[in-house]
Protein backbone atom coordinates (compact mmCIF):
# COMPACT_ATOMS: atom_id res chain seq x y z
CA UNK A 1 0.00 0.00 0.00
CA UNK A 2 3.23 2.12 0.67
CA UNK A 3 3.70 2.01 -2.66
CA UNK A 4 0.80 2.64 -4.30
CA UNK A 5 0.74 5.93 -2.59
CA UNK A 6 4.36 6.52 -3.13
CA UNK A 7 3.74 6.46 -7.13
CA UNK A 8 0.19 8.23 -6.37
CA UNK A 9 2.01 11.46 -4.74
CA UNK A 10 4.64 10.94 -7.55
CA UNK A 11 1.85 11.49 -10.04
CA UNK A 12 0.81 14.85 -8.27
CA UNK A 13 3.56 16.24 -7.62
CA UNK A 14 5.23 15.75 -11.15
CA UNK A 15 2.79 18.24 -11.85
CA UNK A 16 3.92 21.16 -9.90
CA UNK A 17 6.15 23.55 -11.15
CA UNK A 18 9.61 23.31 -10.11
CA UNK A 19 10.08 26.85 -8.18
CA UNK A 20 7.24 26.02 -6.07
CA UNK A 21 7.75 22.20 -6.06
CA UNK A 22 11.60 23.36 -3.82
CA UNK A 23 9.33 24.05 -0.90
CA UNK A 24 7.43 20.88 -0.41
CA UNK A 25 10.87 19.07 0.30
CA UNK A 26 10.25 20.35 3.49
CA UNK A 27 7.14 18.59 4.05
CA UNK A 28 7.93 15.21 5.74
CA UNK A 29 10.51 13.05 4.91
CA UNK A 30 8.58 10.60 2.18
CA UNK A 31 8.58 13.88 0.15
CA UNK A 32 11.89 14.57 0.72
CA UNK A 33 12.90 11.05 -0.54
CA UNK A 34 10.91 11.13 -3.63
CA UNK A 35 11.41 14.78 -4.87
CA UNK A 36 15.19 14.56 -4.47
CA UNK A 37 15.44 10.73 -6.07
CA UNK A 38 16.66 10.94 -9.81
CA UNK A 39 13.77 8.62 -11.15
CA UNK A 40 11.53 11.95 -9.89
CA UNK A 41 13.63 14.44 -11.23
CA UNK A 42 13.96 12.35 -14.38
CA UNK A 43 9.39 12.10 -14.89
CA UNK A 44 9.98 15.80 -13.51
CA UNK A 45 11.62 17.22 -16.23
CA UNK A 46 9.99 14.78 -18.66
CA UNK A 47 6.60 16.28 -17.69
CA UNK A 48 7.39 19.55 -18.39
CA UNK A 49 9.11 18.86 -21.97
CA UNK A 50 5.58 19.58 -23.35
CA UNK A 51 5.03 23.18 -22.55
CA UNK A 52 6.33 25.54 -25.21
CA UNK A 53 8.85 27.58 -23.16
CA UNK A 54 12.25 29.49 -23.79
CA UNK A 55 15.03 31.01 -21.97
CA UNK A 56 16.54 34.58 -23.31
CA UNK A 57 19.27 36.35 -22.20
CA UNK A 58 19.89 39.95 -22.75
CA UNK A 59 23.11 42.20 -21.58
CA UNK A 60 23.28 45.63 -21.52
CA UNK A 61 25.61 48.00 -22.91
CA UNK A 62 28.28 49.09 -20.38
CA UNK A 63 29.68 52.57 -20.07
CA UNK A 64 32.38 54.00 -18.42
CA UNK A 65 30.05 54.71 -15.26
CA UNK A 66 28.89 51.14 -14.88
CA UNK A 67 28.84 47.55 -16.01
CA UNK A 68 26.51 45.91 -18.56
CA UNK A 69 23.46 43.88 -17.06
CA UNK A 70 23.83 40.56 -17.38
CA UNK A 71 19.61 38.67 -17.24
CA UNK A 72 17.91 35.51 -18.07
CA UNK A 73 14.19 35.92 -18.85
CA UNK A 74 11.87 33.10 -19.12
CA UNK A 75 8.82 33.07 -21.08
CA UNK A 76 5.86 31.02 -23.30
CA UNK A 77 6.37 31.12 -27.06
CA UNK A 78 2.55 32.05 -27.08
CA UNK A 79 3.60 35.34 -25.13
CA UNK A 80 4.65 38.95 -26.72
CA UNK A 81 8.72 39.23 -26.54
CA UNK A 82 8.07 42.90 -25.44
CA UNK A 83 7.09 41.52 -21.88
CA UNK A 84 9.46 39.72 -21.03
CA UNK A 85 12.16 42.14 -19.92
CA UNK A 86 9.34 42.65 -17.18
CA UNK A 87 10.61 39.92 -15.05
CA UNK A 88 13.82 37.87 -15.25
CA UNK A 89 17.02 36.18 -12.88
CA UNK A 90 20.09 38.41 -12.63
CA UNK A 91 23.22 35.80 -12.62
CA UNK A 92 24.76 34.83 -8.95
CA UNK A 93 28.52 35.49 -10.42
CA UNK A 94 30.47 37.80 -12.83
CA UNK A 95 32.71 36.89 -15.59
CA UNK A 96 36.32 38.14 -15.17
CA UNK A 97 36.20 41.22 -17.16
CA UNK A 98 32.61 42.61 -16.36
CA UNK A 99 31.37 41.36 -19.60
CA UNK A 100 28.87 38.62 -20.44
CA UNK A 101 29.65 34.64 -20.20
CA UNK A 102 28.89 32.44 -23.57
CA UNK A 103 25.89 30.32 -22.90
CA UNK A 104 27.46 26.71 -24.52
CA UNK A 105 23.67 25.64 -24.01
CA UNK A 106 20.60 24.71 -22.11
CA UNK A 107 19.91 21.22 -21.49
CA UNK A 108 16.74 20.18 -18.65
CA UNK A 109 16.25 23.06 -17.38
CA UNK A 110 20.11 24.05 -16.18
CA UNK A 111 22.32 26.53 -18.01
CA UNK A 112 25.93 26.11 -18.75
CA UNK A 113 28.10 28.95 -18.86
CA UNK A 114 31.73 29.91 -19.87
CA UNK A 115 33.65 32.48 -19.14
CA UNK A 116 35.33 32.44 -22.38
CA UNK A 117 34.34 35.65 -24.71
CA UNK A 118 36.84 37.37 -23.93
CA UNK A 119 39.75 35.15 -23.18
CA UNK A 120 39.76 31.87 -20.67
CA UNK A 121 39.74 32.62 -17.11
CA UNK A 122 38.46 28.48 -16.35
CA UNK A 123 35.17 29.64 -14.85
CA UNK A 124 32.51 27.70 -16.07
CA UNK A 125 28.82 26.89 -13.77
CA UNK A 126 26.12 25.03 -14.74
CA UNK A 127 22.89 26.90 -13.39
CA UNK A 128 19.50 25.98 -13.01
CA UNK A 129 17.95 29.68 -13.07
CA UNK A 130 14.50 28.48 -12.21
CA UNK A 131 15.31 27.59 -8.50
CA UNK A 132 18.62 29.52 -8.49
CA UNK A 133 21.03 26.45 -8.15
CA UNK A 134 24.38 26.63 -9.31
CA UNK A 135 27.23 24.54 -9.33
CA UNK A 136 30.97 25.65 -9.93
CA UNK A 137 32.58 23.35 -12.38
CA UNK A 138 36.64 23.02 -11.70
CA UNK A 139 39.26 23.90 -14.31
CA UNK A 140 39.85 21.25 -16.53
CA UNK A 141 42.82 19.51 -17.15
CA UNK A 142 44.41 21.20 -20.94
CA UNK A 143 44.79 24.70 -19.98
CA UNK A 144 47.76 27.32 -20.91
CA UNK A 145 50.31 26.71 -17.96
CA UNK A 146 50.56 23.17 -19.33
CA UNK A 147 50.40 22.73 -23.17
CA UNK A 148 51.11 26.39 -23.85
CA UNK A 149 48.26 27.66 -26.90
CA UNK A 150 45.66 25.96 -27.71
CA UNK A 151 41.95 26.28 -28.96
CA UNK A 152 38.96 24.71 -27.30
CA UNK A 153 34.98 23.95 -27.95
CA UNK A 154 32.44 22.70 -25.67
CA UNK A 155 29.36 20.02 -25.82
CA UNK A 156 26.89 20.10 -22.82
CA UNK A 157 24.50 16.96 -22.88
CA UNK A 158 22.39 14.85 -21.18
CA UNK A 159 23.47 11.43 -20.32
CA UNK A 160 19.74 9.46 -20.11
CA UNK A 161 20.75 6.16 -19.29
CA UNK A 162 22.91 7.51 -16.11
CA UNK A 163 20.42 10.97 -15.44
CA UNK A 164 23.74 12.92 -15.70
CA UNK A 165 24.29 16.41 -17.12
CA UNK A 166 27.90 16.13 -18.90
CA UNK A 167 30.13 18.93 -20.83
CA UNK A 168 32.57 17.35 -23.11
CA UNK A 169 35.62 19.47 -24.18
CA UNK A 170 37.68 19.24 -27.20
CA UNK A 171 40.95 20.93 -27.28
CA UNK A 172 43.74 21.73 -30.07
CA UNK A 173 47.22 22.35 -29.10
CA UNK A 174 48.70 25.14 -31.20
CA UNK A 175 51.84 23.38 -33.65
CA UNK A 176 54.78 25.76 -33.91
CA UNK A 177 53.30 26.31 -37.81
CA UNK A 178 50.09 27.75 -36.32
CA UNK A 179 47.95 24.94 -37.18
CA UNK A 180 45.91 22.79 -35.22
CA UNK A 181 47.22 19.41 -33.66
CA UNK A 182 44.79 16.39 -35.03
CA UNK A 183 43.75 14.78 -33.23
CA UNK A 184 42.35 16.96 -30.30
CA UNK A 185 42.28 16.63 -27.04
CA UNK A 186 39.14 15.34 -25.24
CA UNK A 187 37.92 15.38 -21.46
CA UNK A 188 34.64 15.25 -20.23
CA UNK A 189 32.83 16.52 -16.98
CA UNK A 190 30.14 14.95 -14.75
CA UNK A 191 28.20 16.56 -12.69
CA UNK A 192 27.42 13.71 -10.71
CA UNK A 193 30.36 12.47 -10.21
CA UNK A 194 32.09 16.27 -10.11
CA UNK A 195 35.80 15.84 -12.19
CA UNK A 196 36.67 15.75 -15.47
CA UNK A 197 38.02 12.68 -17.52
CA UNK A 198 39.74 12.06 -20.46
CA UNK A 199 37.73 10.30 -23.59
CA UNK A 200 39.26 8.55 -26.48
CA UNK A 201 39.67 11.13 -29.28
CA UNK A 202 42.78 9.46 -31.10
CA UNK A 203 40.41 8.83 -34.43
CA UNK A 204 38.94 12.66 -34.57
CA UNK A 205 40.36 14.08 -37.72
CA UNK A 206 37.56 16.90 -37.69
CA UNK A 207 38.40 20.71 -36.65
CA UNK A 208 36.06 23.32 -35.33
CA UNK A 209 36.00 26.83 -36.39
CA UNK A 210 37.16 28.36 -33.38
CA UNK A 211 35.66 31.97 -32.00
CA UNK A 212 32.24 31.72 -33.18
CA UNK A 213 31.76 27.60 -33.11
CA UNK A 214 28.22 26.77 -31.70
CA UNK A 215 26.88 23.40 -30.46
CA UNK A 216 23.84 21.41 -30.19
CA UNK A 217 22.20 18.59 -28.44
CA UNK A 218 20.35 16.64 -30.07
CA UNK A 219 19.18 13.01 -30.34
CA UNK A 220 21.19 12.03 -27.15
CA UNK A 221 24.53 13.64 -28.81
CA UNK A 222 26.26 16.81 -29.20
CA UNK A 223 27.03 18.34 -32.40
CA UNK A 224 29.29 20.85 -33.72
CA UNK A 225 30.61 22.21 -37.17
CA UNK A 226 33.81 21.47 -38.43
CA UNK A 227 36.00 20.24 -41.16
CA UNK A 228 38.47 18.04 -42.11
CA UNK A 229 41.99 18.19 -42.37
CA UNK A 230 44.55 15.65 -44.51
CA UNK A 231 47.19 16.20 -42.24
CA UNK A 232 48.97 18.46 -40.04
CA UNK A 233 50.05 20.84 -43.13
CA UNK A 234 46.79 20.92 -44.26
CA UNK A 235 45.67 24.81 -44.02
CA UNK A 236 42.25 24.69 -46.19
CA UNK A 237 38.74 24.76 -44.94
CA UNK A 238 36.98 21.85 -47.10
CA UNK A 239 35.29 18.73 -46.25
CA UNK A 240 32.64 20.32 -43.86
CA UNK A 241 30.97 17.73 -41.74
CA UNK A 242 29.22 17.69 -38.54
CA UNK A 243 31.42 16.16 -35.63
CA UNK A 244 29.14 14.27 -33.10
CA UNK A 245 29.75 13.10 -29.39
CA UNK A 246 27.60 10.62 -27.98
CA UNK A 247 27.41 11.58 -24.74
CA UNK A 248 25.60 8.04 -23.91
CA UNK A 249 28.53 6.23 -25.13
CA UNK A 250 31.01 8.93 -25.13
CA UNK A 251 32.31 8.54 -28.89
CA UNK A 252 33.10 10.63 -31.23
CA UNK A 253 31.47 9.98 -34.85
CA UNK A 254 31.59 12.28 -38.29
CA UNK A 255 27.63 13.22 -40.33
CA UNK A 256 27.25 14.22 -43.40
CA UNK A 257 26.25 18.00 -44.83
CA UNK A 258 24.53 18.29 -47.76
CA UNK A 259 26.35 18.74 -50.69
CA UNK A 260 25.70 22.66 -50.87
CA UNK A 261 27.45 23.08 -47.86
CA UNK A 262 30.50 21.24 -48.14
CA UNK A 263 33.29 23.43 -49.40
CA UNK A 264 31.71 26.88 -47.86
CA UNK A 265 34.08 28.47 -45.43
CA UNK A 266 33.28 26.87 -42.30
CA UNK A 267 32.33 29.59 -39.93
CA UNK A 268 29.45 31.18 -41.38
CA UNK A 269 27.62 28.12 -40.65
CA UNK A 270 26.11 26.99 -37.68
CA UNK A 271 24.28 24.02 -36.12
CA UNK A 272 20.84 24.11 -34.02
CA UNK A 273 17.45 22.48 -33.60
CA UNK A 274 14.45 23.41 -35.59
CA UNK A 275 11.38 21.61 -34.11
CA UNK A 276 13.06 18.94 -33.17
CA UNK A 277 15.39 18.52 -36.46
CA UNK A 278 18.84 18.49 -37.04
CA UNK A 279 19.19 22.20 -38.65
CA UNK A 280 21.66 23.86 -40.89
CA UNK A 281 22.36 27.87 -41.16
CA UNK A 282 24.22 29.61 -43.93
CA UNK A 283 24.91 32.90 -43.48
CA UNK A 284 26.05 35.40 -46.12
CA UNK A 285 29.45 36.62 -45.87
CA UNK A 286 28.10 40.49 -45.56
CA UNK A 287 25.44 39.73 -43.29
CA UNK A 288 22.44 39.97 -45.65
CA UNK A 289 20.78 36.89 -45.50
CA UNK A 290 20.88 33.77 -44.86
CA UNK A 291 19.38 29.85 -45.75
CA UNK A 292 18.36 27.23 -43.44
CA UNK A 293 18.39 23.20 -44.37
CA UNK A 294 16.96 20.97 -42.06
CA UNK A 295 17.63 17.19 -41.83
CA UNK A 296 14.12 14.99 -42.39
CA UNK A 297 15.33 11.96 -40.70
CA UNK A 298 18.35 12.22 -38.38
CA UNK A 299 21.52 10.82 -39.66
CA UNK A 300 20.18 10.32 -43.10
CA UNK A 301 22.48 12.55 -45.74
CA UNK A 302 19.80 12.19 -48.50
CA UNK A 303 17.07 14.08 -46.11
CA UNK A 304 18.73 17.30 -45.86
CA UNK A 305 16.22 19.96 -47.55
CA UNK A 306 16.94 23.58 -47.86
CA UNK A 307 13.53 25.46 -46.69
CA UNK A 308 14.34 28.69 -46.65
CA UNK A 309 16.72 31.60 -48.11
CA UNK A 310 16.56 35.36 -46.84
CA UNK A 311 17.74 38.04 -48.09
CA UNK A 312 18.14 41.87 -46.77
CA UNK A 313 18.22 45.03 -48.52
CA UNK A 314 21.40 45.78 -46.34
CA UNK A 315 23.53 43.91 -44.28
CA UNK A 316 21.72 43.39 -41.09
CA UNK A 317 21.81 39.95 -39.74
CA UNK A 318 24.31 38.72 -37.24
CA UNK A 319 22.50 35.63 -35.42
CA UNK A 320 19.39 33.65 -36.16
CA UNK A 321 18.20 33.21 -32.12
CA UNK A 322 14.66 31.28 -32.41
CA UNK A 323 12.41 30.42 -34.71
CA UNK A 324 8.83 31.22 -32.73
CA UNK A 325 5.41 29.34 -33.73
CA UNK A 326 4.05 32.10 -35.61
CA UNK A 327 6.77 31.89 -38.00
CA UNK A 328 8.87 35.26 -36.82
CA UNK A 329 12.75 34.77 -36.31
CA UNK A 330 14.05 36.44 -33.14
CA UNK A 331 17.63 37.70 -33.96
CA UNK A 332 20.52 39.36 -32.99
CA UNK A 333 21.64 42.73 -35.75
CA UNK A 334 25.26 43.66 -36.18
CA UNK A 335 24.49 46.69 -33.87
CA UNK A 336 23.69 44.60 -30.86
CA UNK A 337 19.59 44.91 -31.71
CA UNK A 338 17.27 42.06 -31.03
CA UNK A 339 14.96 41.75 -33.81
CA UNK A 340 11.96 40.29 -34.65
CA UNK A 341 11.71 38.86 -38.36
CA UNK A 342 8.67 37.58 -40.78
CA UNK A 343 10.16 36.30 -43.72
CA UNK A 344 6.76 36.20 -45.27
CA UNK A 345 5.88 40.20 -45.19
CA UNK A 346 9.69 40.87 -44.56
CA UNK A 347 9.08 43.39 -42.24
CA UNK A 348 11.41 43.97 -39.19
CA UNK A 349 10.84 45.10 -35.68
CA UNK A 350 13.17 46.26 -33.63
CA UNK A 351 12.60 45.12 -29.85
CA UNK A 352 15.45 46.25 -27.73
CA UNK A 353 18.21 48.17 -29.05
CA UNK A 354 20.74 48.63 -25.77
CA UNK A 355 22.50 45.34 -26.57
CA UNK A 356 26.42 44.80 -28.05
CA UNK A 357 27.89 42.00 -30.01
CA UNK A 358 27.19 38.54 -29.02
CA UNK A 359 24.43 40.20 -25.78
CA UNK A 360 21.53 38.71 -26.77
CA UNK A 361 20.69 34.11 -26.55
CA UNK A 362 18.07 32.16 -26.92
CA UNK A 363 16.83 29.03 -26.73
CA UNK A 364 14.19 26.12 -25.77
CA UNK A 365 13.96 25.66 -21.40
CA UNK A 366 12.47 23.31 -19.75
CA UNK A 367 11.74 23.45 -16.09
CA UNK A 368 13.64 21.00 -14.09
CA UNK A 369 14.60 20.55 -10.37
CA UNK A 370 18.67 19.51 -11.45
CA UNK A 371 20.67 20.79 -8.47
CA UNK A 372 17.47 20.53 -6.20
CA UNK A 373 19.78 19.19 -3.24
CA UNK A 374 21.99 21.80 -3.13
CA UNK A 375 21.51 23.31 0.12
CA UNK A 376 18.67 21.18 0.91
CA UNK A 377 20.52 18.86 4.31
CA UNK A 378 20.10 22.22 5.88
CA UNK A 379 16.43 22.65 5.40
CA UNK A 380 15.79 18.99 6.09
CA UNK A 381 17.37 19.00 9.68
CA UNK A 382 16.07 21.56 10.96
CA UNK A 383 12.04 20.93 9.55
CA UNK A 384 12.02 17.66 9.40
CA UNK A 385 13.01 17.24 13.15
CA UNK A 386 10.31 19.42 14.44
CA UNK A 387 7.84 16.55 12.75
CA UNK A 388 8.61 13.85 11.31
CA UNK A 389 4.67 12.38 10.70
CA UNK A 390 3.48 15.12 8.85
CA UNK A 391 2.61 12.75 5.68
CA UNK A 392 2.34 9.08 6.96
CA UNK A 393 3.54 6.11 4.97
CA UNK A 394 -0.45 5.43 3.90
CA UNK A 395 -0.47 9.37 2.57
CA UNK A 396 -2.78 10.04 5.04
CA UNK A 397 -1.77 14.01 7.12
CA UNK A 398 -1.63 14.38 10.53
CA UNK A 399 -0.74 18.12 10.59
CA UNK A 400 -2.35 20.06 7.40
CA UNK A 401 -2.06 23.55 8.92
CA UNK A 402 1.92 22.19 9.16
CA UNK A 403 1.91 21.64 5.50
CA UNK A 404 0.19 24.45 4.10
CA UNK A 405 2.70 26.64 6.04
CA UNK A 406 5.52 25.07 4.73
CA UNK A 407 4.35 24.49 0.99
CA UNK A 408 2.76 28.47 0.78
CA UNK A 409 1.87 29.07 -2.97
CA UNK A 410 2.54 25.13 -3.49
CA UNK A 411 -0.03 24.05 -1.00
CA UNK A 412 -3.19 25.67 -3.23
CA UNK A 413 -1.31 23.82 -6.42
CA UNK A 414 -1.25 20.62 -4.63
CA UNK A 415 -4.95 20.88 -3.06
CA UNK A 416 -5.80 21.68 -6.68
CA UNK A 417 -4.31 18.59 -8.00
CA UNK A 418 -5.89 16.20 -5.61
CA UNK A 419 -9.17 17.44 -5.93
CA UNK A 420 -9.16 17.20 -9.89
CA UNK A 421 -7.87 13.94 -9.33
CA UNK A 422 -10.60 12.30 -6.99
CA UNK A 423 -13.33 13.83 -9.61
CA UNK A 424 -11.43 11.65 -12.27
Keep these: ????????????????????????????????????????????????????????????????????????????????????????????????????????????????????????????????????????????????????????????????????????????????????????????????????????????????????WSQCFLQGCVHWVGFDRKDESDSSFKNNCLLVFDVEEEKFRKMELPLALLEVCPIVLEVSEFKGLLSMIQYKRNGDGFEMWIQKEYDVIDSWSKVLSVDFDEPKLLKVLRWRPNGEVLAQTFEGELVSYNPDTKNMITIRDDGMFAAFYACAFTESLFFLEKDCESKRTVRLEEDDTICNEDGNSSSLDTIRVRMGKAFVILNQMIKFRREF
Design 1 to 212: MAEVWRELWSEILKRIPAKELGKCICVCKIWYSLILSPKFIASHTKFHQTHLNFLLRSFTKPSLAESGVESYHFSSDSEEISGLFNKGSILPFKTGVGLNFRVVGCVNGVVFLADTQFGNRYSFYLWNPLIKKHIKVPKPRIVFDVVGPYMHVFGFGYDSKTQDLKVVRVSHIQLNSGLDEIPPKAEVYSAKLGVWRWVFADDVTTCIAEDI
